[in-house]
C-alpha cells in the first residue's frame, strides 16, 4: 500500500491511499468524481503533470509535465534533489519519497509518498530459489 500526501501552495492537502494497479494523477484539467485524481486551473500545469503509481520495486513518479517553465524534483533526505526531465520516471525510495512540482520558480505542489519497504526485485527472485 501507498500513502500519497499532497499540499497545493494555496492551502489545500488531501491524502489517500493506493493499492494494486490505482495511481495518483495531477494536472489541469476539471474537477471530476475520480478521488485519485488532484485537478488544478492552471495554464502551465499539463494534463497530466505528474502520476504516482506502484512498481516493481516500489513507488514511482512519473513526469508528464511540459517543460514550459515548470521544475520537478524529487528531495532527498540529505536534502539534494534529483530534477526530472520531461517524460521521465523515477522510483522513490525511503531516502528520496518527496516530489516539489514549481512553474514560474514558484513552489505549486508537494507529495509526501509513504510506503512499506520491500526487496528489491533481484532480492524477491533469489527469496523465490530463483
Do not use: C
Request: proline share 2%.
Amino acid at each position: 500500500m501507498i500513502t500519497v500526501m499532497w499540499n497545493l501552495a494555496s492551502g489545500e492537502q488531501g491524502e489517500l491511499q493506493l493499492e494494486g494497479a490505482q495511481k495518483w494523477t495531477f494536472g489541469r484539467g476539471a474537477a471530476g468524481a475520480d478521488r485519485f485524481a488532484l485537478r488544478v486551473d492552471d495554464n502551465n500545469v499539463s494534463r497530466t503533470a505528474l502520476v504516482i503509481r506502484d512498481s516493481g520495486p516500489g513507488p514511482v513518479v512519473f513526469r508528464g509535465q511540459r517543460d514550459n517553465g515548470a521544475e520537478v524534483g524529487l528531495v532527498q533526505a540529505a536534502g539534494s534533489t534529483i530534477w526530472l526531465d520531461e517524460g521521465t520516471a523515477q522510483n522513490l525510495t525511503t531516502e528520496a519519497h518527496r516530489v516539489e512540482f514549481y512553474t514560474g520558480g514558484n513552489l505549486v505542489l508537494t507529495v509526501n509518498v509513504t510506503f512499506d519497504e520491500r526487496p528489491t526485485v533481484l532480492e524477491r527472485q533469489r527469496q523465490a530459489g530463483f
